[in-house]
Nanobody, 127 residues
Framework: QVQLQESGPGLVKPSQTLSLTCTVS??????????WGWIRQPPGKGLEWLGS???????YHSPSFMSRTSISRDTSKNQFTLQLSSVTPEDTAVYYC???????????????????WGQGTQVTVSS
């Protein structure tokens, strides 16, 4: 059973960089053909795709966030990380990491696009 767990600060100040880590257990982030995504859900809105990491280390970014996102991994810890720079209150959301069997690049995400999800972590951007 694959499990994902997000971790990071619950509160970030405007203009700062948000850093979130997803720790994966029950499966390796280097196993083909899986992709590991970052998704968020702002209050009252749907799921938004931010970016993904492939099993071989390639990264993919939503055009809506490309200039602000960075995704990396630590294979020794079986973790991958999202950094979102220059945050504003509009970046307040529940942030999820999830696994998919194919690369999903649509901005609007469906739950079924991914087979395993973390529980999500609330991030609030406020001074």
């Amino acid at each position: 059973q694959v499990q994902l767990q997000e971790s990071g600060p619950g509160l970030v100040k405007p203009s700062q960089t948000l850093s979130l880590t997803c720790t994966v257990s029950g499966g390796s982030i280097t196993t083909a053909p899986y992709y590991w995504g970052w998704i968020r859900q702002p209050p009252g809105k749907g799921l938004e795709w931010l970016g993904s990491l492939s099993w071989w280390g390639g990264t993919y970014h939503s055009p809506s966030f490309m200039s602000r996102t960075s995704i990396s991994r630590d294979t020794s810890k079986n973790q991958f990380t999202l950094q979102l720079s220059s945050v504003t209150p509009e970046d307040t959301a529940v942030y999820y990491c999830a696994r998919s069997k194919r690369l999903v690049t649509t901005s609007a995400v469906l739950k079924d696009d991914y087979d395993y999800w973390g529980q999500g972590t609330q991030v609030t951007v406020s001074s």
